[in-house]
């Protein structure tokens, strides 16, 4: 990656952590989920309200951690938006292989959008900021309310 992209990645990073989208609480969530990691003291909480077609009606986050946490929980939120569950759940596969460095079946503007998180791989200790959100959301799925 040359260093023009490197530091491009980064503003937008920057600028996600800064300025969170879909920061807060959902009213009347559907789905909740609480995320820790005990490593580094990340914490993020996520709520959403699923429609009567299972699609993520609304999903909002909350949390302090580093920057690359905040920033894939406002970058997780802002494309899971108006999503169908199955759709997240193939998200969050391709995101977490991008995010270890593995071959990802991410494509198109999914694939653009998320790439800015890409060179987490070349730091193993900061995959589990940038994930801490999407296993997050999984949980919120699975349990419910």
Known sequence: MDDSLRELYQDVILDHSRHPRHFGVVEGATHKGEGHNPLCGDRVNVTMALDG???IAD???EGK????SQASASLMTEMLQGRSVEDAEKLMGGFLHLVKGE????AGDDRERLE???GVSAFPMRVKCATLAWHTMKSALEGGS
Not at 103 to 106: A, P
């Open 53 to 55: 077609e299972g699609r």
């Open 103 to 106: 071959e990802t079946e991410l």
């Open 65 to 68: 951690g580093c920057a690359i």
């Open 59 to 61: 999903i909002k986050f």
């Open 116 to 118: 800015v998180m890409a």
